[in-house]
């Protein structure tokens, strides 16, 4: 019996061998395909870290109007730069003179008030006459961007 026990376990050992040659044979079969997919893998890796390293600048860099060459992209408008004379140089006059002009007189609360004077003046008489007109038409003669409606004295009530 004893024998046969140790026959036995040989058998097993040998059938347990065959069995991880086989693993280890459908292992190193797949290691190249695993290899290849991680490669690819970094390259996309790679390239998406470009584009975001590019579309980053672009979007949260300094704007200006004098840009970097881009790779692939033409130069459409550096001919007439290329074109010109570089020792061309205009020719300034000294002096440059620019013709005068008058100021407005600034608008002071003392002319804010006659203003409104003459306007409650020019009411009073109409009223004394009888010649009072209605009171959309008053605010419209005043008109609304006027220094006495401006100033606040004659704020009409309720809605324009």
Same mark, same amino acid.
């Given at each position: 019996?004893?024998?046969?026990?140790?026959?036995?376990? =040989?058998?097993?050992?040998?059938? &347990? =061998?065959?069995?991880?040659?086989?693993?280890?044979?459908?292992?190193?079969?797949?290691?190249?395909?695993?290899?290849?997919?991680?490669?690819?893998?970094?390259?996309?890796?790679?390239?998406?870290?470009?584009?975001?390293?590019?579309?980053?600048?672009?979007?949260?860099?300094?704007?200006?109007?004098?840009?970097?060459?881009?790779?692939?992209?033409?130069?459409?408008?550096?001919?007439?730069?290329?074109?010109?004379?570089?020792?061309?140089?205009?020719?300034?006059?000294?002096?440059?003179?620019?013709?005068?002009?008058?100021?407005?007189?600034?608008?002071?609360?003392?002319?804010?008030?006659? &203003?409104?004077?003459?306007?409650?003046?020019?009411?009073?008489?109409?009223?004394?006459?009888?010649?009072?007109?209605?009171?959309?038409?008053?605010?419209?003669?005043?008109?609304?961007?006027?220094?006495?409606?401006?100033?606040?004295?004659?704020?009409?009530?309720?809605?324009?």
């Amino acid at each position: 019996m004893a024998g046969n026990s140790k026959d036995s376990k =040989i058998l097993e050992y040998k059938d &347990m =061998i065959n069995q991880l040659n086989k693993t280890i044979a459908a292992q190193t079969e797949l290691i190249p395909s695993l290899q290849k997919t991680l490669e690819a893998d970094r390259l996309e890796k790679e390239t998406l870290r470009q584009q975001i390293e590019y579309l980053t600048k672009k979007l949260f860099s300094t704007s200006s109007e004098n840009r970097k060459d881009i790779e692939g992209q033409l130069n459409l408008f550096d001919e007439a730069e290329q074109e010109a004379d570089p020792a061309w140089k205009p020719e300034l006059p000294d002096d440059i003179t620019v013709p005068e002009h008058k100021r407005k007189a600034r608008r002071t609360p003392q002319n804010s008030l006659k &203003m409104c004077l003459s306007a409650m003046r020019s009411f009073l008489f109409q009223k004394r006459n009888g010649t009072v007109q209605p009171a959309e038409h008053r605010w419209n003669v005043l008109e609304k961007n006027s220094s006495v409606m401006s100033s606040g004295l004659l704020q009409p009530k309720g809605k324009w």
